[in-house]
């Protein structure tokens, strides 16, 4: 079965500086990969996906994901945030086989300071 | 206009009792699924729905029973209801397969009391 983990639960970073949330996935089979975002009391957004293709993938807001195969990773980047950036960060995989449901990790809580 | 809406945004209810959670997508897409949220903000899926065809059943209690009446919506239906049904349940709807964006709605607040 396919598994998602998310090895921060919380990073607090400072405004203006770098930050990587890190997800790690299982699966033997292909999959495509997300990055949703949700801010408080809202419902999930989509930063960014990886279905083929390049293994660097851009987003919105400003962030970029790698997918590295051979690390079954797909770490999630930001050079710069901003205090807008705090919210929830869920990393999931899909598996077309499976009538397209997403696995999500356990999620990472972003939190800028100023 | 909303892509994804559900009704109502937040429910609190007692123990025992059953109710209903709507979800609506003008998105024409053909595809519809229910997450539920726990306390911890883990996300797991629990049905999919496909032309108003049931896809996905993910060992979800019996309590718990989607109802698909056009491709536009699904509401879930639940009976009985536990203190451990608390949660934000989320409907999400995609056009189809693994690699197209799932579009999320606001979510629903369920509190059991």
């Known amino acids: 079965a396919q598994s998602v983990t998310q090895l921060d639960s919380q990073v607090p970073v400072f405004e203006e500086a770098p930050v990587e949330l890190r997800c790690n996935y299982s699966s033997s089979v292909s999959v495509y990969l997300f990055w949703y975002v949700q801010y408080p009391n809202q419902g999930l957004q989509l930063l960014l996906k990886y279905l083929s293709g390049s293994t660097l993938v851009k987003g919105i807001n400003g962030f970029e994901a790698e997918f590295n195969k051979s690390q079954t990773s797909f770490h999630l980047r930001k050079p710069s945030v901003h205090i807008s950036d705090t919210a929830e960060y869920f990393c999931a995989v899909s598996d077309f086989n499976q009538g397209g449901k997403l696995i999500f990790g356990q999620g990472t809580e972003l939190s800028v300071k100023p | 206009d909303t892509a994804v809406s559900q009704t109502p945004k937040y429910l609190v209810t007692q123990m025992g009792n059953d109710k209903s959670i709507k979800c609506e997508q003008n998105?024409?897409?053909?595809?519809m699924y229910w997450y539920k949220q726990d306390s911890k903000k883990f996300l797991k899926i629990m049905f999919s729905?496909?032309?108003?065809?049931?896809?996905i059943n993910e060992t979800v209690p019996n309590r718990f029973s989607p109802k698909s009446p056009d491709k536009a919506h699904l509401n879930l239906h639940i009976n009985s209801l536990e203190l451990g049904d608390s949660a934000v349940y989320f409907c999400?709807?995609?056009?189809?397969?693994?690699?197209?964006?799932?579009?999320f709605g606001p979510g629903t607040r369920l509190t059991v009391l």
């Open positions: 999400a709807s995609t056009m189809g397969g693994g690699n197209h964006e799932q579009f």
């Open positions: 729905y496909n032309n108003k065809e049931l896809i």
């Open positions: 998105l024409g897409h053909d595809t």
